[in-house]
């Protein structure tokens, strides 16, 4: 099929192309425009898979430039969005105009197209602070960050246009991923990279929220197998483990594995409003193990041991400021 990927230059955007590309799709890679004529970890990729993908850079918030994107695909794969929770406190205005606008472009474009496939990404965010667990998708939503708020706000637009005029949606909601090339923002790669630049003290937020951790391998491979189902279509669909784990014990997993003399230290900084911290993450996979043909393959030593190898070579850690605190 030809698809489209948006957000592609991300860190799961460029896992799900590659994987795409290797299982014979034609893939349009939309990436967001700079005048560096960067497509993110696209770059990265080899030659030769690069070759087979058309990248299409451009702005998701432009719905012209989307509508452009859309024609000729029969599958979107819809992951553009501004991700980092920090971040949302500093400049809400601009989640509401990437993550909701943007996701009305893609499923404004889907309707006037007749694209067969819609597959919206959502976050386990969107369900706030566990109110029971496991998590499954008839949890109540709720908005702890305006980053979670227009989430829940793109998913609703989503959501809408299925139920209004009959666009084949899918919301995708995978829980915590993390693997190779994830940002700097997030948690793993923050206490990987101090470590390996030798740092003895890891500077870390609230240690004792958990989340639920999924290897991207097993959210790529989760995107896919609900694109082939129909029973997915108008479906909210969680990508989860059904387990848990502390921010604390992760960091001391890590700890072990790089640098077992490391101590963890509080960096005030790092903590989220009280108000806003989501405290508890522990997702129900049920759904998409009922829908699908999706299992997880990867248990959490496997993907960090994984991660963990990449994070080492020089080459993928020199874009990686382990001295100050990404937002």
Same mark, same amino acid.
């Given at each position: ?81 501004? &991700? %980092? ?7 809400? =205005?601009?989640?509401?105009? /990437? *993550?909701?606008?943007? @996701? ?121 197998? &609900? %694109? ?7 479906? =909210?669909?969680?990508?989860? /483990? *059904?387990?848990?784990? @502390? ?81």
């Amino acid at each position: 099929m030809k698809v489209l990927v948006t957000g592609a230059d991300g860190f799961i955007g460029s896992h799900l192309v590659e994987t795409l590309v290797n299982s014979g799709h034609k893939v349009k890679a939309f990436v967001y425009y700079n005048s560096f004529n960067s497509w993110g970890w696209l770059d990265k990729l080899s030659k030769e898979t690069l070759s087979k993908i058309d990248v299409i850079t451009g702005d998701i918030r432009d719905s012209v430039c989307v509508r452009l994107a859309v024609q000729d695909v029969d599958v979107i794969y819809h992951l553009a969005a501004l &991700i %980092a929770i920090p971040y949302s406190y500093q400049a809400p =205005e601009s989640y509401v105009d /990437t *993550n909701v606008v943007g @996701t009305l472009n893609i499923v404004q474009a889907a309707k006037e197209l007749g694209v067969s496939r819609v597959l919206i990404t959502s976050t386990s965010e969107v369900y706030g602070t566990a109110m029971y667990v496991p998590i499954d998708e008839k949890h109540p939503k709720q908005a702890q960050s305006p980053y979670s708020a227009s989430k829940i706000g793109a998913d609703a637009m989503a959501d809408s246009f299925f139920r209004s005029f009959n666009v084949p949606v899918t919301i995708v909601r995978p829980f915590n991923t993390y693997g190779p090339r994830q940002s700097a923002r997030a948690v793993i790669p923050t206490i990987i990279t101090q470590l390996l630049a030798g740092k003895t003290e890891i500077k870390l937020g609230a240690l004792h929220p958990t989340r639920d951790l999924l290897f991207v391998k097993d959210t790529v491979n989760g995107f896919m197998e &609900i %694109a082939k189902s129909n029973k997915t279509i108008g479906e =909210e669909v969680n990508i989860a /483990t *059904n387990s848990e784990i @502390t921010v604390g014990e992760l960091a001391q997993k890590l700890i072990t594995a790089i640098n077992p003399s490391a101590k963890i230290i509080t960096d005030d900084i790092r903590l989220r409003p009280d108000k806003s911290e989501v405290e508890r993450l522990f997702g129900d996979n049920t759904k998409i193990m009922q829908l699908t043909n999706w299992k997880q393959q990867f248990s959490l030593d496997h993907g960090l041991k994984e991660t963990i190898e990449w994070f080492k070579n020089p080459e993928n850690n020199k874009s990686y400021k382990s001295d100050i605190y990404n937002v």
